[in-house]
């Protein structure tokens, strides 16, 4: 089995509020995070797959399909948006980090075909990361 | 579906390797310039990972308050600017980084409740790093 990482970068907007919860318990729980007019982040991904290297190719994926793949599930969704407003995912979920890696984790996963995600690594900050594995 | 939230910190600290039960020359042989009496320091960096399901209230493993809160009373407070050979950890295990490593583990399983603690990774130069999962033996 062979591991492969692709990264990649996007900017996006959000905040973090639950419609459930009175404006002092957003402000408690959230802080700074709770500003409706939100606030932004680079974020980086990091998408690992495993899978056994195709003894013709030497590929484990090919990287130019896995990159399309990435474009076209995450990037041309997240890029340059607001979260909470434009991403279908966090219309009614909160786009926390966690929520953000498990989101990719389902929009990546059924598109991968050639190798198997492993993991979805997401950056909100150098100094703060989310790994999910799936449901494993 | 779980997720594993992973947050770095850093502090600066003095340290010498020193194990008082071998003579000059082994701990000369062993530590070699760590070893100078008047110590050295380092720019330590810190990965923390905890882990859990993700709560639906908040959107999140933990509050990220109360990790940072954790780390900044247990760990930062402790180590930060100071010298690790004189805390009570290190009185009687040689501060190395494999040590240091195991100590801040064993500091936040005990002090941190709101999640569960995967890992602790310790950085002490850009060059070498250690990470610890638990299970190993306390230092003697």
Sequence with gaps: MVYLTRKAEFSASHYYHNPELSAAENQRLFGKCNNPNGHGHNYTLEVTVKGHVDPRSGFVVDLKQLKEILNREVLDAMDHRFLNKEVPEFLHQIPTTENLAIAIWRRLSPKLTQAKLHRVRVYETPDLYVDVYGEA | ??????????????????????????????????????????????????????????????????????????????????NLNLAQEFANAVPTTENLCVAIYDILRRAFRHAHLDRVRVEETMLNSFEYAGDAAPPE
């Design chain 2, 1 to 82: 579906m779980k997720a594993h939230l992973t947050r770095r910190y850093r502090f600066s600290a003095s340290h010498r390797l020193h194990n008082d039960r071998l003579s000059a020359d082994e701990n000369r042989a062993t530590y070699g310039k760590c070893n100078n009496p008047h110590g050295h320091g380092h720019n330590y960096s810190v990965e923390v990972t905890v882990s859990g399901p993700v709560d639906p209230a908040t959107g999140m493993v933990c509050n990220l308050v109360d990790l940072d809160d954790a780390v900044q009373r247990e760990v930062l407070d402790r180590f930060d600017l100071g």
